[in-house]
């Protein structure tokens, strides 16, 4: 028994450590993270741009109350990532949360900062509404801001704050050059590779001629020439090259003619330059039993209609080389793609960066595609074939892909989005080469496609027979165990010494 001048100093001991415990939570931001990927982990990346903040960073963060759970978890979770923000950068970021709903006017200040309104369905008293909701974020530094509008949970928050920062802090943008002249993708034909590299760089359209400056560039990009290149266009890029530059490089060395049914190869003489730098491209198409599918119309009775088949053409790619430039990556799309070989010396140094899958093939052009066809995995007798490579000197990298359309948006009717890592991997290439390879660990934090794995016709029956039987076998020892302990039982309480 404690005696009453005991207990109260206890009861102080125990109030004083909760008071310190509270203070110390409040300076000190703590979370245990067990996703596979550390998604909730802050990276290096993150934590050196916020030691390196030297004046204070003003977070508007607007959130609506009142919806369903999952919306009031994400403004939790983004509620701790800020904490954290302001824990590391030595209490230099700010924040405060404000409810547009409550206020029309702040409403209205939400929408001029380029809050998104999202329309979310929801039940209140057996009805179904929809409400009018806000999840978004104002960051500024001095009088420079950038808004965030709208707030996706996970990692993807980490990479919009910090970009978002990154942004502001950078002093100045070095520049990125994409060669134009050639029937090359504009700018505005690759919204999600320019929207990537405008956290860092500056991206620009060059032309090459005898009085283009090359050297002001860090990297430049050739992304899909159409038209065939002249040689006194290749001797600048080479020109370029041998005093250090570093050059991004997406082709198509065969063209897929689908009015035709049939797929050529194709000449602009890039590949024939490709090659005496060190990486081949194929005159092939590669083919992967992992692929995208294409709608073919049908008709049943008096209708017609789009009935999706799997087109080997169209590889989806998810085997990466350990690599910064493929870090995180989840999946890639090609769209007529082709292998790539090394046809350097040992000056160089190759390294390929993105295979297809375990069964996949090529065919040599000229190529008939045939819809209708029926694959099956012994077509496919091929495996990891490479389709992106680098090739690095003691002066530069050259980094290619066998897809010219492999990060192209379109334009006008056209415009389409292609996968995420399609443009993630154009732009991790790019900072790559570019010596600053900070943001490739928060893109490749970002919430990815991972499709499941492929397995063999044998294995899915053992799997199939396996989820069959397996429960009636432990139903059936379990039941048999039952039946052999109630028979010892008895046996023993037959017994004469049984009491």
Excluded at 209 to 223: E, M, P, Q, R
């Amino acid at each position: 028994m404690f005696k009453k001048s005991q207990l109260k100093y206890y009861i102080l001991l125990s109030l004083g450590i909760i008071v310190l415990i509270n203070i110390l939570a409040n300076r000190f931001f703590l979370r245990l993270d067990f996703t596979e990927d550390q998604r909730y982990t802050l990276s290096e990346t993150t934590k050196d741009v916020l030691e390196g903040i030297t004046e204070p960073v003003t977070v508007t963060a607007y959130f609506s109350e009142g919806l369903q759970p999952q919306f009031d978890q994400l403004r939790n979770d983004f509620r701790d990532i800020l904490s954290e923000y302001s824990s590391i950068s030595g209490r230099q970021v700010v924040y405060e949360f404000v409810n547009p709903n409550e206020d029309q006017q702040m409403e209205q200040k939400a929408v001029e900062a380029g809050i998104q309104t999202v329309m979310i369905e929801a039940r209140e008293k057996d009805q179904s509404i929809t409400k009018k909701a806000y999840m978004g974020a104002v960051i500024q530094i001095g009088e420079e801001s950038e808004t965030i509008p709208f707030i996706q949970p996970g990692a993807q928050m980490e990479y919009a704050l910090t970009t978002a920062i990154k942004k502001m802090t950078v002093p100045e943008k070095a520049a990125i050059g994409f060669i134009s002249g050639h029937g090359e993708a504009g700018l505005q034909e690759m919204m999600q590779v320019t929207q990537g590299l405008d956290v860092l760089y500056v991206s620009e359209e060059v032309e090459l001629s005898d009085s283009v400056n090359l050297s002001k560039y860090k990297t430049i990009a050739w992304i899909n020439p159409q038209d065939t290149v002249p040689e006194e266009h290749l001797a600048i890029v080479d020109e370029y090259l041998a005093q250090g530059g570093n050059i991004f490089v997406s082709v198509n060395k065969v063209d897929a003619q689908l009015n035709q049914g049939m797929g050529f190869s194709k000449y602009t003489g890039l590949g024939k330059w490709l090659e005496k730098k060190g990486i081949k491209v194929e005159e092939n198409f590669v083919m992967d039993v992992n692929c995208g599918s294409v709608n073919v119309q049908q008709r049943q009775g008096i209708f017609t209609v789009n009935r999706p088949i799997n087109f080997p053409y169209l590889p989806i790619l998810s085997n990466f080389a350990e690599h910064p430039i493929t870090e995180g990556l989840g999946t890639m799309v090609l769209q007529f793609g082709s292998t790539v070989s090394f046809s350097g010396d040992s000056t160089q140094t190759y390294t390929p960066l993105v295979f297809t899958s375990e069964k996949s093939t090529t065919q040599p052009t000229p190529v008939y595609f045939n819809i209708e066809r029926q694959w099956d995995e012994n077509d496919f007798p091929m495996s990891k074939l490479p389709v992106a490579a680098m090739v690095e000197t003691n002066k530069n990298k050259l980094v290619v892909v066998a897809d010219g359309d492999l990060a192209i948006n379109g334009s006008g009717q056209e415009m389409r989005q292609v996968q995420p890592d399609n443009a993630n991997f154009v732009v991790n290439a790019i900072d790559f080469m570019s010596d600053d390879t900070g943001l490739i660990q928060l893109r490749s934090k970002q919430v990815k496609m991972r499709p499941l794995d492929q397995i063999d016709d044998a294995d899915k029956q053992v799997l199939k027979w396996a989820n069959f039987g397996l429960p009636i076998l432990i139903i059936l020892g379990i039941g048999i165990y039952r039946n052999q302990r109630r028979k010892l039982i008895r046996l023993k309480r037959k017994g004469e010494s049984y009491v």
